[in-house]
């Protein structure tokens, strides 16, 4: 398989701070990219994603950055907030569509 | 809001059985998806399903494991003969990939463990 990963398993902010949690992506042909937050005994929800002919996305809180040149993909979030403690995750879909990798997690923990 | 639902949401196996694990996609979506993630584990990719056959699966969706949409809604996960490393919590995921929408719905997974 394809190598996902991320930089920082673990990531601690006040509350009120913004978080940024990155992802390095090993395959050049990856065109399409997601996040995703996984809280205790849940599946994992959607949060924002990218296609590879943009560099940056914005959402409700959560902007995604993309950086082809070194393949890494970061999720900043604004504001965070306590129901933001989570674990995220970053995905990628290769061009040949429809299989999708995932990464080891970040756990983020926001300190009240 | 619509969701996609699993059962059972713990299943417990003897090793060598068989296992089927159960699905109900959002009703207007297309693609339908499986995943697993071993405790601690990051989520793996199984296999992708569209108009009734297998779209892409990776290399751990092997021989013992078969996917099928037996009626409009159900999507199913069976296990042929289950092993011990086959203990994980396993994720069925839907989504309309129509008009740019890509986002994948995941379901509240079922925790399997074999014994």
């Known amino acids: 398989g394809e190598s996902v990963g991320l930089h920082l398993p673990t990531l601690s902010v006040q509350e009120g701070d913004n978080s940024i949690i990155n992802c390095a992506y090993s395959n050049s042909a990856s065109d399409y990219f997601i996040w995703y937050k996984q809280e205790s005994g849940k599946g994992p929800q959607f949060?924002?994603?990218i296609r590879s002919n943009m560099d940056k996305?914005?959402?409700?809180?959560?902007?995604?950055?993309?950086?082809?040149?070194?393949?890494?993909?970061?999720?900043?979030?604004?504001?965070?907030?306590?129901?933001?403690?989570?674990?995220?995750?970053?995905?990628?879909?290769?061009?040949?569509?429809?299989?999708?990798y995932f990464g080891t997690g970040t756990s983020l923990t926001v300190i009240p | 809001e619509p969701e996609v639902t699993q059962t059972p949401?713990?299943?417990?196996?003897?090793?060598?059985?068989?296992?089927?694990?159960?699905?109900?996609?959002?009703?207007?979506?297309?693609?339908?998806?499986?995943?697993?993630?071993?405790?601690?584990?990051?989520?793996?990719?199984l296999v992708s399903f569209y108009n009734n056959e297998i779209s892409e699966k990776s290399e751990i969706f092997d021989d013992q494991f078969s996917v099928e949409r037996?009626?409009?809604?159900?999507?199913?996960?069976?296990?042929?003969?289950?092993?011990?490393?086959?203990?994980?919590?396993?994720?069925c995921a839907s989504s309309p990939r129509t008009g740019g929408n890509n986002e994948q719905f995941f379901g509240p997974g079922t925790r399997l463990t074999v014994l």
């Open chain 1, 47 to 49: 949060i924002i994603d």
């Open chain 1, 57 to 100: 996305r914005q959402g409700q809180r959560v902007t995604v950055l993309l950086n082809k040149t070194v393949k890494h993909l970061s999720l900043q979030i604004a504001a965070t907030q306590p129901g933001d403690s989570a674990v995220y995750f970053c995905a990628e879909e290769q061009n040949t569509g429809n299989q999708f």
């Open chain 2, 9 to 45: 949401s713990h299943q417990v196996t003897q090793m060598g059985q068989e296992v089927i694990l159960r699905c109900v996609p959002i009703s207007n979506h297309l693609y339908f998806y499986w995943y697993r993630q071993i405790l601690g584990q990051k989520v793996e990719f």
């Open chain 2, 70 to 91: 037996p009626d409009g809604s159900n999507f199913t996960l069976k296990i042929r003969s289950t092993k011990l490393e086959d203990s994980a919590m396993y994720f």
